[in-house]
């Protein structure tokens, strides 16, 4: 009995095995590059960043190519600001260029004879009350202590808010992995009063400067933000289903996503 069940075990491999076929996959190769877009405007006096660059390969190793040579510009409708590309794919305003509540301003992307555009508004984001931070000790040996901010405001009775956080520590945010940042709607939470909320956990030094930073952003731009983590940070269960591209809002197939929001800054100095 024992050789039998060996033997159809051995037959049921061979079985399987012939059944297996090789598939090439049409992957993003030649005639497959798309554009991807990372832009965001900001009410905030400065040079703003529009990063262009190439999709590649699933399966392809290191960074994106630069999508340099274009032609970028940003408009409210009535003044255009033409921007520059200072490092291949980067390309910047001026350095006093700012966007407007309540405007809406159009991206034009000129790249390789293809025309790319997106449109966006500028909703007025509640101004922040107070920041506060407290010192956290390590709750275990291999753990660094830390601090906790806090933040207090008042949520406008507006409905359909949507907001993004970060942490800047001395000029530098805190970390660039979109898992960090904070981001959500105000659905629970119209119309109150948002006091000693606990946004940020963090490790700093004495005397190193701490700026929290509330944006307003389009309901378009938190779903996207949604998806991007869906689609990376999120992904990994036994359910999951096969990776796509994120939805964008840059048109002509295009991918990535044109950012405008009001901003508001706060900062302290840990003592």
């Known amino acids: 009995m024992k050789y039998q069940i060996i033997i159809i075990s051995f037959l049921a491999l061979l079985l399987f095995g ?4 090789k598939i090439e996959l049409d992957l993003n ?17 400065k040079a703003h960043l529009v990063k262009l ?3 590649k390969d699933y399966f392809k190793e290191g960074e994106s190519d ?28 001026s350095e006093t260029f ?48 830390y601090y906790s901010l806090f ?29 960090k940042w904070l981001f959500t709607e105000d659905a629970l939470v119209n119309g109150n009063y948002i006091a000693n909320v606990d ?15 509330q944006y307003s ?8 933000l949604n998806a991007i983590l869906l689609e990376t940070e999120f992904r990994g269960g036994l359910f999951d289903g096969a990776p796509a591209n994120i939805k964008s809002n840059i048109d002509n197939g295009a991918l990535g996503l044109f950012i405008t929001a009001d901003i508001e800054k706060k900062s302290i100095v840990i003592e």
């Open 18 to 21: 012939a059944c297996t076929e």
């Open 29 to 45: 190769s030649g005639d497959n590059l798309r554009l991807v877009v990372d832009a965001l405007l900001t009410t905030e006096e």
């Open 53 to 55: 660059s190439l999709s």
């Open 66 to 93: 630069a999508a340099q040579n274009a032609t970028v510009s940003i408009s409210d409708g009535s003044i255009t600001e033409n921007l520059v590309e200072q490092t291949p794919g980067s390309y910047y305003t």
């Open 98 to 145: 700012k966007g407007e509540e309540n405007k809406t301003y159009t991206l034009r992307i000129e790249y390789e004879g293809e025309v790319y555009t997106s449109t966006s508004t500028i909703l007025p984001v509640a101004p922040i009350d107070s920041i506060t931070y407290e010192f956290m000790e390590a709750e275990e040996e291999d753990e660094e202590d």
């Open 151 to 179: 933040a207090s405001f008042q949520e406008p009775s507006t409905i359909n808010q949507y907001y993004m956080w970060k942490l800047d520590i001395n000029g530098v945010y805190y970390t660039d992995s979109l898992a």
């Open 199 to 213: 946004f940020f956990d963090f490790e700093a030094e004495p005397g190193d400067i701490v700026t929290f930073e």
């Open 217 to 224: 952003i389009t309901k378009e731009a938190l779903d996207n």
